[in-house]
Structure formats: structure tokens, C-alpha cells
């Protein structure tokens, strides 16, 4: 049969759980090249979800199996990391690497065999879509506000600090590329202070397609623009010194390379599939609607 019993299921899922865990942790112990940690990693994590596929040809038991797996990775984590004086792991930031695997491959995965998906082969995707975006949405948020509203926790933020923040366009970049010539500063530093400000507003920008697709391009394009002007007052009031109008700027074009990301994914998908992305199939209702998030 196609469908397998609950009991089958969830104990497929707890044991490839387990073995993942055991697998990955075994390997972060043993071997330190991140390289090898990581790769391992996401070898464990492909061969499961392609169990689950093969086994159960729906996508919902892949997104428990990812729920699990970011759960409980992100709660050793967090114990190797408050008792790292006592623990006989040593904390490093490939633990966080493991994590954003154990999400990653299975959505990338998935995103994939529903791809190339043929016919009515695999069940659930939208659903495990949704499902996973929410946990991403989860993280995001929780790290968007860690960054943004707080000082001395984002890259570069506690630099070139003034009283009343900066109303200067692109003062602080000016500012590194000087002291670049000057050999103050490496060309790292610059990439990293660029960088870190637009990838962060990349996935907003990608949900924000997602959501908005039905609305027009006047709506879209304001919301890319005036959520960082809110953020900016936001920081305006909660701490006056990160207020920098640099930060709407990085923050407008993240979310540009984030809307640009969702539709290249849309044009690659309808190509290669034939079908509309997230959207549902002929022959339920509505089915005139494009998208179903």
C-alpha cells in the first residue's frame, strides 16, 4: 500500500530522527573540520528524507522529521553553549551550521522532487512549504530582532556610533573605504558590513513577494521601502545610536534580491514543471487562484 499505517510512520520518523542526531553529533565530536562536520550533515539528512519520500510518498512526514531535527539540534545547542565551561562538547558556531542543514536540505530537497515530480506522485507539498516557512519565519523574526533592535549584537553596529544616530547617506561605508586605502581595515570587513545588512532583509523580501503576489507593484515595492523606515524609528526611540539611514538603503535592496530570488524560483519551477508554484491542482476549487500559501 501506498500509505503506511500511523504507528509504521511515526516510528520510521522517530528512528531516522534519532540516527540523525546520533550521526551528526558523532561526527561534530570527532572531526573538526567544518567541512567534514557538514557534510556528513547533509548526507544523513538527504538519505532521510528521501526515505520518508519513497517510504510514505507524502511530504508531511518530511516536514516532522524537519521539525525534530531543528528542534532538538537547536536545544543541544543551546545546553553545549550555557554549560560550555562543564561540557565535555566544546561549543563552536558549526553547531548553528547543523541547524540551518537540518532545515535547509529537506525544504531544498523536497522543492525539488515536487519539481520534477511528474505526476500526482508525492503528497502535501504546500502544506509542507507552508509549514516549513513558518519555522524559518520563527527563527527569522527571533534573529531579526537580535540584530537589529539591540546594540553591540550585530556586526559593525557598535561602530562609527553617533549621538543622534547617522542622517548622512552612506557615511559609514565612506568611512570603511578610507580607512581600506589607509590599510586600516581589510576588504573583508567592508563585504562583511555590506553583506550582513542586505542578506538580512533577503528573506523578507522573498515572503513579502509571496504574500503580496496579488497585489499590485505600488504595494509590493512599499512594503519593501517601509518596513526598514519603520524599523529606523523604531531604533530612533529604542536606542538612538543604531538609527542610520545607511540601514534603509541595504535593507530596500535586500529586499529587492529577496523579491528577484522568488520569482527566478516561480520562472525556474513553472519551467521545468509545468505548474504554477504553490498553487493547486486543476481540479479542486478555485483552482483560477495562483497562489495557495
Not at 528573506?203 to 504574500?211: H, M
Request: hydrophobic residues 50%; glycine residues 4%.
Amino acid at each position: 500500500m501506498r500509505k503506511r499505517s500511523f504507528i509504521q510512520v511515526s516510528s520510521l520518523i522517530v528512528f531516522l530522527s534519532i540516527l540523525t542526531i546520533i550521526v551528526q553529533l558523532s561526527t561534530y565530536y570527532f572531526f573538526e573540520s567544518i567541512y567534514v562536520i557538514l557534510g556528513v550533515s547533509c548526507i544523513i539528512s538527504i538519505i532521510c528524507t528521501n526515505i520518508f519520500l519513497e517510504k510514505t510518498f507524502n511530504y508531511e512526514t518530511c516536514f516532522i522529521y524537519t521539525l525534530l531535527m531543528v528542534f532538538v539540534s537547536f536545544v543541544v545547542t543551546l545546553l553545549i553553549y550555557f554549560g560550555k565551561d562543564y561540557s565535555q562538547i566544546p561549543y563552536t558556531n558549526t553547531l548553528i551550521g547543523i541547524i540551518v542543514i537540518n532545515w535547509t536540505i529537506p525544504t531544498l530537497l523536497c522543492f525539488l522532487r515536487s519539481m520534477f515530480d511528474r505526476g500526482p506522485r508525492f503528497e502535501g507539498f504546500n502544506s509542507f512549504y507552508r509549514n516549513n516557512s513558518i519555522i524559518f519565519i520563527v527563527f527569522y523574526v527571533v534573529i531579526f530582532v537580535y540584530c537589529l533592535l539591540f546594540q553591540g549584537l550585530f556586526p559593525f553596529n557598535n561602530l562609527f556610533l553617533a549621538e543622534k544616530g547617522n542622517l548622512i547617506p552612506f557615511m559609514r561605508l565612506a568611512t570603511y573605504i578610507e580607512d581600506y586605502i589607509y590599510q586600516n581595515v581589510s576588504m573583508s570587513t567592508i563585504v562583511i558590513y555590506l553583506a550582513s545588512r542586505i542578506l538580512l532583509f533577503m528573506p523578507y523580501g522573498f515572503y513579502s513577494a509571496l504574500l503580496l503576489r496579488k497585489f499590485g507593484k505600488l504595494i509590493r515595492i512599499l512594503s519593501l521601502l517601509l518596513f526598514p523606515i519603520l524599523i529606523e524609528i523604531l531604533q530612533y526611540f529604542i536606542n538612538i545610536e543604531r538609527c542610520d539611514i545607511d540601514d534603509v538603503i541595504y535593507a530596500f535592496i535586500g529586499g529587492i534580491l529577496g523579491t528577484i530570488l522568488f520569482y527566478l524560483i516561480c520562472f525556474t519551477f513553472r519551467a521545468v514543471s509545468g505548474k504554477v508554484f504553490l498553487s493547486r491542482e486543476s481540479e479542486y476549487m478555485y483552482s483560477h487562484s495562483s497562489l495557495h500559501f
